[in-house]
């Protein structure tokens, strides 16, 4: 995994993004980031894209109450 760059945790457990890794992978003022951690326990920080509630894809998302489902989850439910 490439390291990008190196920053500290601040007393209250943030962090601040370089400005070059935020213009390069176009992270704008106000969008939220997710805090993954993977397999080999690393954390990773990714933009958030939008997601079923029920299983996490990204393809056919409808909302529903404002949340998005994906189509399969929503057939799922209906043979329920």
Do not use: H, W
């Amino acid at each position: 995994m490439k390291v990008l760059a190196t920053r500290k945790v601040d007393e209250l457990g943030r962090i601040i993004l370089p400005a070059e890794v935020r213009s390069n992978y176009d992270i704008k003022p106000g969008e939220k980031i997710d805090i993954c951690v993977d397999e080999s326990e690393t954390v990773v920080l990714r933009k958030s894209m939008k997601q079923c509630v029920f299983c996490q894809g990204t393809e056919k998302l409808t909302e529903v109450m404002r949340k998005p489902v994906c189509a399969s989850c929503i057939e799922r439910i209906k043979n329920l």
